[in-house]
C-alpha cells in the first residue's frame, strides 16, 4: 500500500504542475487562486461518487417520459380505447421511445456534466430535472398523449426556453429572476413539486400502483393485479386490492430497505433499490416478472439479452413542431412555466453545491464561473430538446461528491465520462420495471417537502399563498397551475394589505404584519463580470486575480442543516441519497429540488 501511495502522490503532484493542474485550479498549480485540497485521484473519486448518487436518473427520466408515447400514433378507437392501452402497436412503439430516451438521457447527461466541469470548473453534474419531467409527461404532453400539447410542441417549448435561457445568462438576468419571487413561494414550489412526485410514484403507469383515481371519490386505493381493474373506469375491485406482488417488492425492496440503507448513509443507496427489484423482475416465469410472453413482453425481452448495445434514436429526435398557431396559449404556459421552475431549480442548486464547495464570493454573493455555468445550462437545455428530453438541469446529487472532496470542474468531468459509458447499457436501463423507480419518487419528495417547515406560516399574507400553492399542484395534477394559482394570490392579498395601510395612514395594519417575509431582494450583485469589464474597458474574460493567502482559503465552511436546522445533520435537503451533505442554502433558496 505504500507503494500505492506513493504512486498516487506522485501522479497528484505531476497533474496539479501541468497546464490541466493550473487550468482546474488544482492544489500545488501555482494559480493564485488554487482551490486547496483539490487533487487528481480525489477528483476522479468524487466523479464516481456523483455518478453512482444520480445514476438513477436514467431509468426513472425515461420511464416517466416514455409514457407520453413520444411521437407514436394510437390506432386503437377511441371510444373504445381512450388511452390507448390496449393497442399493442402503440405499446411496443412507446418501448421503443423508452429506450430513445434512455440513450437521450444518458447522452445529454454526459454532455452537459463533462462541460459544466471542462468549462466551468465546477463540480456540478446535470441532467434532465426530477420534478420538471413529470410535469413535461403529465401535464404538458399528457399520459399518451393526452394533455396540452403534442409531444412535438413540447419540446419545441424547451428548446426555445434553452436559448431564452442562454440570453438572460448573458445578460446576468438568471440571478435577478429568481430573486425577486417571494421565499413563501419558493419554498411551497418545492413542498407541491414533492406531493407532486409522490402522487406519480404510487400509480400505476410509473409507480407502485398503491393508488387510482375512481369515480366516487377522486383516489382510491388500488394495489391489484393489472389484468382485474376496471377497463373503463381503471378502479380495483375490492377482492383483490393489495394484493398484487409488485407493489410488495416495490414497497419492501425499493421502499423499507431503501430507506434503512440510506438512513445509515450507505452511498448508492438507491440504486441498490432499483438494482434488487430489476433483478427480482427479471426472470420470465415468476408472478413479478417484466417480461411476460406476450408481443410486448417478448420485444423487451430480446432487447434486454443485448446486455451491451447502442440504441439509436428512432422516434424522438429533433421532432420539434415549429407550428404552434394552435396551441399558442398553452405554449406559452408551458414555456413559462419551464422558465419559472427551471430558474429557482437550477440557480438555487448551482449556488448550494457552489457554496458547499466552497467557491462562493462572500463580497459579491456570486460563485466562481457562473455565467459560463448558467450558458452550459442553457446549451444543454436546448441540445437536449433536440435529443427530446426534459429541461436539463443541476443536480442536488453533485453533493455526494463534494463530500468526497471534488472541489474542481474534474469531478463533474468523471460523472460525465460515466454517464457516456452507460449509454452503452441501454439494455439494462431500458428493462428496469415502474415498480422499481415508483418508491424512488416517493423518496424524493418526502424529502422535498421538508421544506415546509421553513414557510412562513406567522403571517397569513405568505402563508395561505404558500398553502394555495401546494395544494393546486398536487390536486390539479399540475406544477403550472400551482404556480399560477399561489403567485396571483401573494399578489392580490399584499397589495390589498399596502393599499388600506396607505389609505389609513397606517394605522390598519394585518394580525402579525411584523412576521411577513421582507420582500427586498438584492439586484446589486447581478451584473457579469464581463459586462463590468467592458464598462471599465478591459477584456471582457480578464478577472482580477487576487493574491493567495497563506491557509488558501476560498471561502467559509458550509453550514449543514438538518430536519430541524441543526448545524451538523445532514439530513436536510431533497437528495435521494443519504451519503450526500445538503447545505442550508438549498433547503432557504432553491425552489423546485430534485
Not at 2 to 15: E, Q, S
Request: glycine fraction near 12%; include cysteine.
Amino acid at each position: 500500500m505504500g507503494k500505492v501511495g506513493d504512486w498516487v502522490d506522485t501522479v497528484n503532484r505531476k497533474v496539479a504542475a501541468s497546464k490541466v493542474g493550473y487550468w482546474f485550479k488544482l492544489d500545488g498549480s501555482g494559480h493564485p487562486k488554487e482551490r486547496k485540497g483539490s487533487y487528481f485521484f480525489t477528483e476522479m473519486r468524487a466523479g464516481l461518487a456523483t455518478f453512482f448518487a444520480m445514476s438513477y436518473i436514467i431509468a426513472v427520466n425515461s420511464s416517466v417520459v416514455s409514457d407520453t408515447g413520444g411521437t407514436c400514433v394510437c390506432t386503437a378507437d377511441p371510444q373504445v380505447d381512450k388511452w390507448c392501452i390496449n393497442d399493442p402497436a402503440y405499446a411496443i412503439c412507446k418501448a421503443e421511445v423508452k429506450r430513445d430516451l434512455i440513450t437521450a438521457t444518458a447522452a445529454i447527461a454526459a454532455f452537459a456534466t463533462f462541460f459544466m466541469g471542462l468549462l466551468a470548473n465546477l463540480p456540478i453534474g446535470l441532467a434532465p430535472g426530477m420534478g420538471l419531467n413529470a410535469y413535461f409527461a403529465y401535464t404538458v404532453v399528457g399520459f399518451h398523449g393526452q394533455g396540452l400539447v403534442p409531444y412535438q410542441v413540447a419540446v419545441t417549448a424547451i428548446f426555445v426556453e434553452g436559448w431564452v435561457f442562454f440570453g438572460l445568462a448573458l445578460l446576468g438576468m438568471r440571478q435577478w429572476l429568481a430573486r425577486v419571487i417571494p421565499r413563501s413561494i419558493k419554498l411551497a414550489t418545492s413542498v407541491g413539486i414533492g406531493f407532486f412526485l409522490t402522487l406519480i410514484g404510487m400509480t400505476y403507469s410509473e409507480g407502485i400502483g398503491l393508488v387510482v383515481g375512481d369515480t366516487s371519490v377522486p383516489l382510491d386505493l388500488a394495489g391489484c393485479h393489472p389484468s382485474s381493474r376496471d377497463s373503463v373506469t381503471g378502479a380495483c375491485p375490492d377482492s383483490d386490492k393489495m394484493r398484487n406482488p409488485t407493489m410488495w417488492i416495490g414497497i419492501f425492496c425499493g421502499g423499507v430497505l431503501t430507506t434503512v440503507l440510506m438512513m445509515y448513509r450507505v452511498k448508492g443507496a438507491i440504486i441498490a433499490g432499483i438494482i434488487l427489484i430489476s433483478i427480482i423482475s427479471w426472470p420470465r416465469t415468476t408472478e413479478v416478472t417484466y417480461f411476460p410472453y406476450t408481443a410486448v413482453g417478448d420485444d423487451a425481452f430480446d432487447f434486454f439479452k443485448k446486455v451491451v448495445d447502442f440504441h439509436q434514436i428512432k422516434h424522438v429526435l429533433n421532432v420539434q413542431q415549429w407550428d404552434i398557431s394552435g396551441h399558442g396559449g398553452q405554449f406559452g404556459l408551458a414555456l413559462i412555466t419551464f422558465l419559472y421552475v427551471d430558474i429557482l431549480d437550477t440557480t438555487g442548486t448551482m449556488y448550494a453545491m457552489a457554496r458547499y464547495a466552497s467557491l462562493v464570493d462572500e463580497e459579491t454573493g456570486d460563485f466562481e464561473g457562473s455565467t459560463i455555468a448558467y450558458m452550459v445550462d442553457s446549451v444543454s437545455i436546448a441540445i437536449g430538446a433536440i435529443l427530446g428530453t426534459p429541461p436539463v438541469t443541476a443536480f442536488v446529487e453533485s453533493g455526494a461528491g463534494i463530500g468526497e472532496g471534488g472541489k474542481t470542474g474534474l469531478t463533474a468531468m468523471a460523472t460525465g465520462l460515466c454517464f457516456f459509458i452507460a449509454i452503452f447499457f441501454a439494455p439494462i436501463f431500458a428493462s428496469i420495471p415502474p415498480w422499481a423507480t415508483g418508491c424512488v419518487l416517493i423518496l424524493v419528495g418526502s424529502m422535498m417537502v421538508r421544506a415546509v417547515t421553513d414557510i412562513n406560516w406567522k403571517y397569513m399574507g405568505d402563508a395561505i399563498p404558500a398553502f394555495v400553492c401546494i395544494a393546486l399542484m398536487a390536486f390539479t395534477y399540475s406544477i403550472a397551475n400551482g404556480l399560477i394559482g399561489g403567485i396571483c394570490l401573494y399578489m392580490l392579498l399584499n397589495i390589498l394589505v399596502w393599499i388600506i395601510e396607505k389609505a389609513s395612514g397606517g394605522r390598519i395594519v394585518p394580525q402579525n404584519k411584523e412576521f411577513k417575509d421582507p420582500w427586498a431582494p438584492d439586484f446589486g450583485s447581478i451584473i457579469p463580470f464581463w459586462m463590468v469589464n467592458v464598462a471599465k474597458g478591459r477584456a471582457p474574460w480578464k478577472r482580477d486575480e487576487p493574491v493567495r493567502s497563506i491557509e488558501g482559503t476560498t471561502g467559509p465552511e458550509p453550514v449543514l442543516v438538518g430536519e430541524k436546522g441543526e448545524k451538523g445533520d445532514s439530513s436536510s435537503g431533497s437528495r435521494p441519497d443519504s451519503a450526500t451533505e445538503v447545505p442550508a442554502e438549498l433547503v432557504n433558496e432553491k425552489g423546485a429540488h430534485h
